[in-house]
């Protein structure tokens, strides 16, 4: 099993409307959790990071369920603009800042 | 604003060649990190650094060197390039806080492709 496990997409979803992307992880110590937005041929860049309480930014909100080892992320009100690829980032317990990323969801909204 | 840089966006090189890929990072980051970015695979961990003249080995460490001479810059080392390591390298850096992991900064990348 993968340490950390997306669905690849493409999710293609008309503008306005509201999606979610979910991610799987192994390590049940894991302790911290991060979505990260990568543009076509971009560098990724960190969208927000993921508490335990949950935690929304503007359109954007993430969800942690540790029972059951994802996380989410659920845009609405999409814009052509969030058109990229999504990667979920975990930091296994321990180590020296090293993380694992996901392969990515790829979300394209369309007019 | 925190600035990553690499040294170069596109690369051809041929097989065998020793290759070096540079980056430098202006906001006095401990960690730095190289990683290889492949269509299906994601981002992988080559090598990382959380000072200078230290580095440690992350995920796909064979056949790439680092070095770590100076804060500010990270080398990535292809001792002899093959064609297997045709790909996006990415160099990222970060702070070292005092929970968890902190937000890592990306260079543009560069392409590699070798013949």
């Known amino acids: 099993r993968k340490e950390v496990e997306q669905d690849p997409g493409p999710f293609n979803v008309p503008e306005g409307a509201t999606v979610a992307f979910n991610c799987t992880y192994s390590n049940s110590a894991s302790q911290s959790f991060f979505w990260y937005r990568q543009d076509c041929r971009k560098e990724p860049k960190l969208l927000m990071s993921v ?14 369920n540790r029972a059951s080892q994802y996380i989410s992320l659920l845009i609405r ?22 993380v694992t990323f996901g392969t990515g969801t790829k979300l394209q909204v369309i007019p | 604003d925190v600035k990553v840089t690499q040294s170069s966006r596109y690369l051809v090189k041929r097989t065998g060649e020793k290759v070096f890929l540079e980056c430098v ?12 970015q492949d269509p299906g695979l ?11 003249k230290m580095k440690e ?9 680092v070095s770590r001479e100076k804060k500010e810059r990270f080398s990535l080392i292809l001792e002899s390039a ?5 790909s996006m390298y990415l160099c990222a850096s970060s702070f070292i806080p005092r929970q968890g992991p902190y937000e890592q900064y990306f260079g543009p990348g560069t392409r590699l492709t070798v013949t």
């Not at chain 1, 930014?57 to 969800?63: C, K, L, M, S």
């Not at chain 1, 009100?77 to 090293?98: I, R």
């Not at chain 2, 992988?44 to 000072?51: E, G, K, T, V």
Request: glycine fraction near 10%; proline fraction near 1%.
């Open chain 1, 51 to 64: 508490y335990s309480s949950g935690n929304e930014d503007g359109r954007f909100t993430a969800q942690l």
């Open chain 1, 77 to 98: 009100d999409s814009k052509l603009s969030d058109s990229a690829t999504y990667l979920c980032v975990v930091n296994m317990a321990g180590g020296y800042q090293k």
């Open chain 2, 25 to 36: 990072q202006d906001m006095d980051h401990e960690n730095m990190f190289w990683y290889r």
């Open chain 2, 42 to 52: 994601g981002l992988r961990l080559i090598y990382f650094s959380y000072d200078v």
């Open chain 2, 57 to 65: 080995k992350g995920d796909i460490p064979e056949g790439y060197s």
């Open chain 2, 82 to 86: 093959s064609t297997n390591q045709t």
